[in-house]
């Protein structure tokens, strides 16, 4: 009905009419109006409202993820609700591959359980912990440290429904802190150190420091660094070290510095300049070590290393290094040189004999009377044994000068070695053979100056000791003959090279009394080598034991042979018996068993010594002598009259013979002091009651003379050359077969 009403206008109009319906829907319309309008409003409030907490969300966001620190919340289960930018990047996940999973996925084990152990006492104390927690990655790296801020979030109800938390990196400062610390450990180590400023205060120093240089604590402060400085060193000296400072940032090297008492100490000192990220210099840093003590073992090292123990003269090397610098200015226009090597005669024997501690006392004083020798710019050095050098500067450029020169300083040498010694209170004669090499004999070089020396010094000894001799290059090849003659030597000695000869010894009217055996080298490609030329070498190496042994044996075996025939048993047979053989240990034991083996007569055997023997070791030779002579043996005294031997010792020789020296016999008809030595040499013998014989008789005239000045026996090629046995004895007309050959 009141729809059909509302159709026609008219009743509209009576509806309208109607106050109460017309204020209700006016009333109606109105609500939905405002209601319209409040549902604009609202929803732009709400618009705006929502921008708003968008744009607060955006800059709380904004201000997280630049926070500088990992911001993140958990809930009760550990598992991330939120986390910023930063804490992302450091579990290297985007933010939502983050929420809703726990630490297990982002670091390591112990991590975890660090981690959520800080964040289950937030839960359970509710309160706000400030932790330092160490992070490593899942799958490791590098431990970083954070300084975690821990929060417990509540719900409405109270109830702690999550944590919140912040951390920041202190990874850098905890390095920085353990830097520190260490360098406050080192600051404080055993090696002194010192921090200065620019301007070379001292700003801060370690007690090392103190306990080196024995400055109290504070003493030092504010001092200038040169305090620690001693005036060992000038001032270019600390003037390069700082100019290396400047330039290297550094300097380290020995430095002589002072203790507060005054006394100066060698340290190892280092200086490091600091700068700032600037380049500006801000401070000096600089460490030094007392180096004393290793100073004195190094003293000591290159005392053992450049000096002789024994005579404290400086050594090869030492001589070799001062010889190089030498050479090398020579060369370069400097002056002249030369080069002398000492070498002390028959020292082995000496050293043999009387024992090592005498050979050492010796060797002691020759190096003393030695520096007296030349100037004191000389170098006197051992090299070695009884081998010594000197080195002789400042000679002149001209070679022949230099030799005048040279050999005058060899000159004084030989007679200053020459004078008696006393050792162990006993008089001792020595002597020595000096070789000497110039300078210009060098062409610069040091071995071959030194070999030079040596070679020259090897001649003097085979000129017969006592001498000097000059370098020339006959030297060198003589001696290079001498080596290859000792290695033939010892082959020799095992292909039985070595032959004997005998030379008849005979008294008045032609009559053969005995021989002499003189050996001789049966060289495959020098033919025959005679004993001047091998003997003295033989001597020399010691192959004169095997040698002499040999001959000695061969002497007796023809003894033996001889005693079985009345017209040869009495004959005698001299051997010669050299120094160094018969102080060999062996010797009487082995001449003993050697006479036992071939039974050979000993009172036919004539050991035939020389004068030499008795020179350094008179009582040793005395005594062996003796032991030999009981059993029968005889001893002639040989070359008598050449030597130094004294009169005394002579009387207390168990000798039976002198012989008279060829050198005297040679010209005894024209040399009127060889003549009176000769007719000496036999009434010395006479009056000693020794028999005497004389070597080298050529001629009649010789042989006469010698007869009227009482010497009946003779040996020489007036009646015989050294020859076969057999040949010596047909000259006899004797034979070792026993069969006597009768002379025309
Ligand atoms: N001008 C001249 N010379 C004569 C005459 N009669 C003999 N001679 C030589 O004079 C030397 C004598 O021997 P030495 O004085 O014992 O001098 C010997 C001796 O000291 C040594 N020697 C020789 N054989 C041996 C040996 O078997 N053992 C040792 N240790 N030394 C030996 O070698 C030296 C030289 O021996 P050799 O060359 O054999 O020389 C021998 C002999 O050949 C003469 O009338 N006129």
Redesign the pocket.
């Known amino acids: 009905q009141n729809a059909a009403a509302l159709d026609s206008p008219a009743r509209f109009v009576e509806l309208l009419e109607l106050p109460w319906l017309h204020w209700g829907l006016l009333a109606l319309g109105l609500f939905c109006l405002v209601l319209l309008l409040h549902v604009i409003v609202l929803r732009r409030k709400v618009a705006e409202r929502t921008q708003h907490v968008r744009t607060s969300e955006q800059k709380l966001s904004a201000i997280l993820d630049n926070a500088g620190a990992l911001v993140f919340i958990k809930d009760t289960d550990c598992r991330y609700q939120y986390v910023n930018r930063q804490a992302a990047d450091l579990m290297g996940c985007a933010v939502a591959d983050i929420v809703g999973k726990d630490d297990t996925a982002f670091f390591d084990d112990a991590t975890v359980q660090a981690v959520q152990a800080n964040d289950r006492r937030v839960f359970a104390s509710r309160e706000r912990i400030e932790v330092e927690e160490t992070t490593v990655a899942k799958h490791g790296g590098e431990p970083r440290v954070y300084l975690a801020v821990k929060v417990p979030l509540f719900d409405s109800q109270g109830a702690v429904m999550g944590v919140c938390g912040y951390s920041t990196d202190i990874t850098a400062l905890r390095r920085a802190d353990e830097s520190l610390r260490l360098a406050a450990t080192i600051f404080e180590s055993q090696e002194g150190m010192l921090i200065a400023g620019p301007d070379r205060r001292i700003l801060r120093v370690n007690g090392a420091l103190l306990r080196l240089t024995g400055y109290a604590d504070g003493e030092l402060l504010g001092q200038n660094l040169s305090q620690l400085q001693s005036g060992r060193s000038d001032a270019t000296f600390y003037a390069e070290v700082w100019n290396a400072v400047a330039q290297n940032g550094h300097w380290a090297g020995e430095m002589w510095l002072e203790r507060k008492g005054g006394e100066v100490y060698p340290a190892w000192v280092h200086i490091a300049q600091v700068r700032s990220a600037a380049g500006e210099i801000t401070h000096y840093v600089s460490t030094q070590m007392d180096i004393s003590e290793r100073k004195a073992a190094e003293d000591e090292i290159r005392t053992l290393a450049y000096y002789d123990a024994l005579t404290g003269l400086p050594n090869r090397r030492l001589m070799s290094d001062r010889l190089q610098r030498s050479l090398a200015n020579s060369q370069t226009g400097g002056l002249g040189g030369a080069l002398l090597v000492v070498d002390l005669d028959n020292f082995k024997d000496l050293n043999d004999t009387l024992g090592h501690d005498t050979g050492d006392e010796l060797l002691r004083q020759v190096a003393e009377r030695l520096e007296q020798c030349g100037r004191r710019s000389d170098t006197v050095a051992r090299l070695g044994g009884d081998e010594f050098a000197m080195l002789l500067e400042g000679l002149s450029t001209d070679r022949a000068q230099a030799a005048r020169q040279a050999e005058a300083v060899a000159r004084t040498v030989l007679e200053m070695l020459g004078k008696v010694f006393v050792l162990d209170g006993r008089v001792h004669h020595t002597s020595c053979s000096v070789g000497i090499a110039l300078y210009v004999d060098a062409a610069g070089s040091v071995e071959e100056l030194l070999k030079r020396g040596d070679l020259a010094m090897y001649e003097a000894k085979a000129q017969g000791r006592n001498t000097l001799c000059f370098f020339d290059l006959r030297t060198q090849e003589a001696v290079a003959k001498r080596t290859a003659l000792e290695a033939d030597m010892r082959e020799a000695l095992v292909q039985k090279q070595f032959v004997?000869?005998y030379?008849a010894q005979v008294e008045a009217g032609g009559k053969l009394v005995g021989a002499?055996?003189?050996?001789?080298w049966r060289h495959p490609v020098r033919g025959w080598i005679?004993?001047?030329d091998f003997?003295g070498i033989?001597?020399a190496t010691g192959l004169?034991v095997p040698?002499?042994a040999w001959?000695l044996r061969s002497a007796c075996v023809e003894l033996a042979r001889w005693a079985g025939h009345p017209d040869t048993e009495p004959l005698t047979l001299?051997?010669?018996?050299?120094a160094r053989?018969f102080r060999h240990i062996g010797f009487v034991e082995e001449l003993l068993t050697v006479l036992r083996e071939t039974g050979a007569n000993p009172a036919r055997l004539k050991l035939?010594l020389?004068e030499s023997l008795l020179l350094d070791d008179a009582e040793g030779a005395i005594e062996r002598m003796t032991q030999v002579r009981a059993h029968g043996v005889r001893f002639s005294l040989?070359?008598f009259g050449t030597g130094y031997s004294s009169l005394s010792y002579l009387k207390r020789l168990p000798l039976d013979q002198l012989?008279i020296?060829?050198s005297f016999?040679?010209d005894i008809l024209v040399n009127a002091n060889d003549a009176a030595i000769a007719r000496t040499i036999v009434s010395l013998a006479h009056s000693m009651d020794l028999r005497v014989i004389a070597?080298?008789?050529?001629t009649e005239e010789q042989r006469a003379l010698l007869a009227d000045f009482g010497c009946h026996t003779w040996?020489?090629?007036?009646f015989g050359?050294?020859a076969a046995v057999q040949e010596m004895l047909a000259q006899f007309s004797l034979s070792s077969n026993h069969e006597l050959l009768f002379k025309e």
């Open positions: 004997l000869h030379q002499e055996v003189l050996v001789r005679y004993p001047d003997i033989a001597e004169i040698l002499g001959i001299a051997v010669n018996v050299s053989q035939e020389t040989d070359d012989k020296d060829q016999v040679r070597e080298g008789v050529e040996q020489g090629y007036l050359r050294p």
